[in-house]
């Protein structure tokens, strides 16, 4: 229908849509090919190669996987970064379904604004947010001082901050509203006489829940776990900030290689396996049916 | 009809009750840290203790007194202003793209352009600095601004193509029965109404531009943006101007969010 637009003859108007369409896409395609598709490509190839200090020697070498498979420190540290994702999921799910039900069933007057102060976190910068609590874990922090105020404590207690715990706790409270808001979308389109005819037909909330609501969810279920769990496999902010030696994540250590270490082949080679993870992720979510992201 | 006691009786219910009370715990939850933050940035403490002893807005002074700091405020406006606006000219050429035309390989394009903000944002960072390395591209503010182009294009071209996906093709064709041409048509016709959904995109990938620090730790040159700032003294151990900085941040981005938020309700509007 839209070939309507140009009143021409059938060849030439063939033509002058491919002129458009040439003319509207060659400058973004242009910058993500040269900026984006082929570093990610360059960055690939860096993993087959190897570093002669100070120099980068460009020979073929599988030399960087046998080191992650060989020193056991690397599939240690992708173990508890997986740990850490798959955790920080499920709480984010066992969080994030109160709130969105609520939003989206019990809530009838100033819902746009609730849906902004949802919204409004995951435009705030997330890094600020994880160093916010760090002053909150801190051993003179604002927990602890905030505890011997109360008299619950009479000395600080360290184990709050340089923990996994407080990786966990800062980084389920920055991924959230990557929950919440596919959550909410998903449980806002459920009509609420579906959940009327389950109680009416005698299901408890238990089996309401299981029965009705957790299938529809499924979606918003996929979409919120895949954000939250590929945005922990990713971070680097969260242990540089809050984490001890031993909680070291991939993120971490692929910018240390960057970084001080200055290993750039043996950095690309530790990305490869978090690139599989999250593909494979990305492939299984779309297959089983992951609604798109929502934005603002 | 008769769903409406049924409600109103449940409203009252135990298991409603503690539903508020989760839902309302989760919302103090998300906000905790943000609180947090601005409320200390008025601290007369130096350091961050329960109670607070006395308030005071001198760490904003200092902050402002702070070269550093207002030379990186400046350099993450100029940034983001640029970045949003190359992001918008790509972003928009593309969306009219994929939305008025069919070409081969165009769910394959759409999936390019959202890979930035799906993959880990240091993949982004390290890829883009291994291409500058081998390209002999010297660390500027010019390959900063090239790394958040690239992930800000993808919240640009998902706002206008929702916008245009609104729009009938029929306006297109009565514009172009009339005698238009395709480039008067796209002025006259398709640009007002998306122009709502490009706006409001461009505030958000200027938001998300202005506060970035995965991508810019890893392709910045000499000069520091203020979120570079402020994590370089974060490393060196915590200083109190710093909540006033972060405070700072937080505030630019809600006015773009709530910014945004508008622009695009009076897109739904009109």
Same mark, same amino acid.
């Given at each position: ?5 140009? =009143? ?8 002058? =849509? ?76 066992? *969080? ?25 976190? &995951? ?61 909410? +979308?998903? &449980?806002? =389109? ?20 299981? +029965? ?13 776990? *895949? /954000? +939250? ?25 692929? /910018? ?23 593909? *494979? ?11 798109? =992201? +929502?934005?603002? | ?32 840290? %943000?609180? !947090? !933050? ?46 949003? @606006? ?19 390989? #165009? ?10 903000? $799906? ?14 390395? !081998? ?67 461009? !505030?958000?990938?200027?938001?998300? @531009? ?5 991508? $810019?730790?890893?392709? #910045? ?6 979120? %570079? ?17 972060? $405070? ?16 695009? #309700? ?5």
């Amino acid at each position: 229908m839209a070939s309507r637009v140009y =009143r021409t003859s059938a060849p030439g108007r063939a033509r002058s =849509r491919w002129v458009a369409l040439a003319g509207l896409l060659t400058v973004p395609v242009g910058w993500m090919v040269l900026f984006y598709l082929i570093p990610i490509g360059i960055l690939l190839v860096h993993a087959y190669w190897s570093v002669k200090y100070p120099e980068i020697d460009h020979t073929l070498t599988l030399k960087n996987f046998r080191t992650i498979l060989t020193i056991d420190l690397y599939p240690r540290v992708f173990l508890r970064t997986v740990i850490m994702a798959a955790g920080v999921t499920l709480a984010d799910i066992a *969080l994030a379904f109160p709130l969105a039900f609520w939003l989206a069933k019990r809530v009838r007057r100033n819902r746009d604004l609730l849906l902004f102060l949802v919204i409004f976190p &995951l435009w705030s910068s997330y890094w600020i947010r994880i160093f916010a609590w760090k002053t909150l874990l801190g051993t003179n922090g604002i927990l602890n001082s905030f505890l011997q105020w109360t008299g619950i404590l009479h000395q600080p207690l360290s184990f709050f901050l340089y923990s996994k715990w407080a990786i966990f706790i800062a980084l389920t409270h920055v991924w959230l509203p990557f929950m919440i808001l596919p959550l909410f +979308t998903v &449980l806002d =389109r459920i009509p609420d006489s579906l959940l009327e005819a389950s109680s009416d037909l005698g299901a408890g909330w238990f089996a309401t829940f299981r +029965t009705v609501i957790l299938p529809l969810c499924k979606p918003g279920l996929l979409a919120g776990g *895949l /954000a +939250t769990f590929r945005l922990t496999m990713g971070d680097y902010i969260a242990p540089t900030l809050l984490g001890g030696p031993g909680d070291q994540m991939i993120g971490k250590i692929v /910018a240390d290689q960057f970084g001080v270490a200055d290993n750039w082949p043996l950095g690309a080679a530790l990305i490869v396996p978090v690139l599989i993870k999250i593909s *494979l992720l990305l492939w299984a979510s779309n297959e089983a049916g992951a609604t798109e =992201r +929502t934005a603002v | 009809m008769s769903a409406i006691p049924a409600a109103r009786s449940r409203r009252f219910s135990l298991g409603s009750v503690s539903l508020t009370v989760a839902a309302i715990t989760v919302f103090i939850f998300l906000y905790i840290p %943000l609180a !947090i !933050i601005v409320l200390y940035s008025f601290s007369g403490e130096v350091v961050n203790v329960w109670p607070i002893g006395s308030y005071t807005t001198r760490w904003y002074g200092e902050m402002w007194n702070d070269s550093q700091i207002r030379e990186g405020i400046l350099l993450s406006f100029r940034i983001g202003l640029i970045a949003a @606006s190359i992001a918008i000219v790509l972003g928009t050429l593309t969306a009219i793209a994929v939305d008025r035309f069919d070409f081969p390989g #165009k769910s394959l394009l759409r999936f390019c352009v959202v890979l930035p903000i $799906t993959l880990p944002g240091i993949v982004t960072g390290v890829a883009m600095l291994s291409f500058f390395s !081998i390209m002999g591209m010297q660390l500027s503010n010019r390959t900063i601004i090239i790394g958040h182009v690239t992930f800000c294009i993808t919240l640009i071209l998902n706002n206008v193509v929702a916008r245009l996906s609104q729009i009938p093709r029929s306006l297109d064709e009565a514009s172009a029965d009339l005698g238009a041409t395709p480039w008067r048509t796209f002025w006259r016709v398709t640009f007002p109404p998306i122009l709502p959904a490009i706006l409001s995109g461009g !505030i958000l990938a200027f938001t998300l @531009s202005f506060d970035e620090i995965v991508v $810019t730790l890893f392709l #910045k040159g000499r000069d520091a943006t203020l979120p %570079l700032v402020i994590w370089a003294r974060l490393r060196r151990g915590f200083s109190p101007e710093i909540n006033a900085a972060a $405070t700072m941040i937080i505030a630019v981005s809600f006015v773009a969010v709530l910014l945004a938020n508008r622009v695009s #309700k009076w897109a739904g509007s009109s």
